[in-house]
């Protein structure tokens, strides 16, 4: 299999070394980026954005917010499959739909950075095939957990996994005095981990999320509500949220 990367990333690095190809070309507007993620991959070469060459499969991962037209410039590249890695479904289905017609199409989305996987790695298969199932393969046989759902039920599902965790737990880093860890509770260590996890992350990326789904407002509202409890009401409180679990 033939793949070129548009987008040299992290992620973009991460679906080259896992997605079964027996090639790989990458392509990225800082062509540096392009070319150190090459030099990480046997025989991997770099190509412009521009280049009329073609290939098997085209995987889009760059921003979510620059997926769609990513998708307009780059599908016709593709003689079998469009992939893309963005993180977003919506707007990527729609515009796989629309530009990449009479190819498969799929959208994938690794729930982890790069330097923790495998994990778990929802998709929508808007257009199935053999190539799809051969890089659904690949990645279920680098330890990873593929599931199929849908975009509706994948975007409401970051609301709450993306939007809202990532408030929370930045909320509480800014909140937070530091503390000798020997203090530190069975609940405040671990969220001590998720800030240091978090923040070692791009800030860009998060921005992009909490800008692309809906949540943090509601995260803002319950924490408000907590603050201005009375005793009862924070016990009832206590208590519905442990109902829902």
């Known amino acids: ?5 548009v987008g040299a990333g992290e992620m973009g690095r991460w679906f080259a070394r896992h997605s079964g190809a027996d090639s790989v070309a990458f392509a990225d507007r800082d062509h540096t980026v392009a070319r150190n993620a090459a030099a990480e991959h046997d025989d991997a070469t770099t190509v412009p954005l521009d280049t009329d060459e073609r290939f098997e499969v085209v995987c889009i991962a760059v921003p979510m917010t620059a997926v769609p037209e990513a998708i307009a410039d780059h599908a016709e590249k593709a003689t079998e499959a469009v992939v893309d ?4 479904m919506r707007d990527s289905v729609a515009a796989l739909a629309d530009h990449a017609e009479g190819r498969e199409r799929a959208s994938f989305h690794p729930l982890f950075s790069a330097s923790n996987a495998p994990g778990n790695v929802p998709v929508v298969v808007d257009r199935d095939g053999p190539t799809i199932e051969t890089i659904r393969d690949s990645l279920s046989a680098a ?31 800014l909140a937070a005095d530091d503390v000798d860890p020997r203090f530190h509770t069975t609940l405040s ?7 240091e996890q978090m923040v070692d992350g791009t800030p860009e990326v998060y921005a992009e999320i909490q800008e692309r789904f809906a949540g943090r407002e509601a995260v803002a509202e319950a924490a408000r509500e907590l603050a201005d409890a009375d005793r009862e009401t924070f016990v009832d409180r206590y208590e519905e949220a442990g109902e829902d679990r």
């Open 143 to 173: 330890g990873n957990e593929v599931f199929e759902t849908t975009p509706a039920e994948h975007d409401r599902a970051m609301e709450t996994v993306q939007a809202k965790a990532h408030t929370a737990v930045l909320a509480y880093a």
């Open 85 to 88: 890695v963005s993180g977003e």
């Open 1 to 5: 299999m033939q793949l070129l990367v």
């Open 189 to 195: 260590a671990p969220l001590e981990e998720l800030v």
